[in-house]
């Protein structure tokens, strides 16, 4: 866990830090920790790669092409407490700082055996209360946007 911690230190700087472990390929390898057994290791992951989310659009770009966000949708919906929060901030990340086509694939992504990003935002309305104001950002950054329209609801 101190070498995550490192890494995830290095992409909560600037943006060129954030760079130099995304040219590196660490995205997939630290994804890959999102299936260890011990809930510290995944919320530090999950952390991590929502530090990577509030980077610049072509970092964002790199968590979509490695398949983050079903991942993250799993994850927010069946891990606990800790490890679900980092999630949607990920989620909330992407909204915020990605492309209107980030933005558009965001809502089409669906994870293995959950919901999509929609249902998953608003599971968490009624959580924790860390976990709820997360979830209501992520949901008005989206439909601010102009993301949500009554087709992407239906």
């Given at each position: 866990?101190?070498?995550?911690?490192?890494?995830?230190?290095l992409?909560?700087?600037?943006?060129?830090?954030?760079?130099?472990?995304?040219?590196?390929?660490?995205?997939?390898?630290?994804?890959?920790?999102?299936?260890?057994?011990?809930?510290?290791?995944?919320?530090?992951?999950?952390?991590?790669?929502?530090?990577?989310?509030?980077?610049?659009?072509?970092?964002?770009?790199?968590?979509?092409?490695?398949?983050?966000?079903?991942?993250?949708?799993?994850?927010?919906?069946?891990?606990?407490?800790?490890?679900?929060?980092?999630?949607?901030?990920?989620?909330?990340?992407?909204?915020?700082?990605?492309?209107?086509?980030?933005?558009?694939?965001?809502?089409?992504?669906?994870?293995?055996?959950c919901?999509?990003?929609?249902?998953?935002?608003?599971?968490?309305?009624?959580?924790?209360?860390?976990?709820?104001?997360?979830?209501?950002?992520?949901?008005?950054?989206?439909?601010?946007?102009?993301?949500?329209?009554?087709?992407?609801?239906?």
């Amino acid at each position: 866990t101190p070498a995550l911690r490192t890494l995830g230190n290095l992409v909560t700087g600037a943006d060129h830090l954030t760079e130099v472990v995304v040219q590196r390929d660490a995205v997939p390898a630290i994804l890959h920790l999102m299936h260890n057994p011990s809930i510290h290791v995944r919320r530090e992951a999950a952390w991590s790669l929502s530090n990577v989310a509030g980077g610049t659009p072509a970092q964002i770009q790199v968590l979509f092409d490695a398949g983050v966000v079903p991942v993250m949708l799993y994850a927010a919906q069946h891990d606990g407490t800790e490890v679900a929060q980092e999630c949607l901030w990920v989620l909330a990340n992407i909204a915020k700082g990605g492309t209107p086509a980030h933005t558009a694939r965001l809502l089409r992504e669906r994870g293995e055996e959950c919901d999509d990003v929609i249902g998953v935002l608003c599971a968490h309305i009624q959580g924790a209360a860390r976990s709820a104001q997360l979830a209501v950002e992520a949901l008005f950054v989206l439909v601010r946007s102009g993301s949500l329209d009554r087709a992407s609801l239906q």
